[in-house]
């Protein structure tokens, strides 16, 4: 073996720590996204010590959103690319593909985020794409202070991490999907029970009454259900001394 040929011995065993790294840490109870994030991210950073920051940014509602950081400049420039609709982080999410920034002093494909990037002191950037199967995710991206941080083997041992991160960010967003779901039946019910009891309705027509008054106002089901079993009251309707309130009449 030549003298700079990588060592595949060197080379699995990183990979195996990376891969015991993201196991531990992504033990997060009860799969709670936002935990996931943080561990993604701290992770990342941890596994490459070139690597000064990290960020996230996840397809929500079909648009690219900034969800979680190390630090300022992830923070701005991740808020920049949103705004902007374009550069190295954006990419990675909708092409799907690696994205390496060597130095962010000649990339000419995005010369005006390079250049806010400098002015944060990054160096050089690895983007990463986040997919399960065939969902789309977002990506992950490690800044760096020094031009040429990203070799070779640091981009496959980074896919990797990406790899087992996106598993666990899909995980945690199916449970948190569930919890949202469950609560809001739950919400719901009570709203139920509310109007079932103030104005001797049953059900079909309590469900009802709140059905119209989320079409009415515009709001989900479960925003006017939260607001009666908070408030004791309807959105738009208010609480009536007696009787039902108007929407409910037909019922």
């Known amino acids: 073996m030549g003298l ?3 060592d595949i011995g060197e080379i699995v065993g990183e990979a195996l720590v990376a ?7 992504l033990r997060v109870e009860d799969a709670r ?8 991210i701290m992770s990342a950073v941890a596994i490459h010590p070139a690597a000064r920051d990290a960020g996230v940014i996840l397809l929500v509602r079909g648009r690219l959103t900034p ?3 190390t630090g300022r400049a992830p923070h701005d420039l991740d808020l920049r690319q949103q705004e902007t609709g374009e550069g190295p982080c954006v990419e990675a999410a909708r092409t799907q ?7 962010t002093r000649d990339d000419a494909r995005w010369p005006r985020f390079c250049a806010a990037a400098q002015a944060y002191g990054v160096g050089s950037m690895l983007c990463v794409p986040l997919w399960s199967g065939e969902r789309r995710l977002g990506a992950l991206s490690l800044y760096a ?12 041992l980074i896919e990797l991490f990406a790899a087992l991160a996106a598993l666990a ?6 449970a948190e999907q ?17 109007l079932m009891e103030r104005f001797q309705m049953d059900s079909e027509a309590a469900f009802g009454t709140l059905v119209r008054i989320s079409q009415d106002l515009n709001l989900k089901l479960a925003a006017i259900a939260r607001h009666l079993t908070e408030t004791g009251e309807l959105p738009g309707v208010g609480r009536p001394p007696g009787g039902p309130p108007a929407d409910a009449s037909a019922h």
């Open 19 to 25: 891969v015991e790294t993201l196991a531990r840490a």
């Open 169 to 174: 960010l899909a995980e945690a967003q199916q």
């Open 145 to 156: 202070s020094k031009p040429n941080s990203f070799s070779e083997r640091d981009v496959r």
């Open 4 to 6: 700079h040929q990588p």
């Open 33 to 40: 996204l936002e935990p996931t994030l943080e561990a993604i």
């Open 178 to 194: 569930l919890r949202t779901a469950i609560t809001s039946r739950d919400l719901i019910g009570q709203a139920k029970g509310i």
């Open 97 to 103: 593909q690696v994205i390496i920034i060597e130095d």
């Open 67 to 69: 969800q979680a950081v």
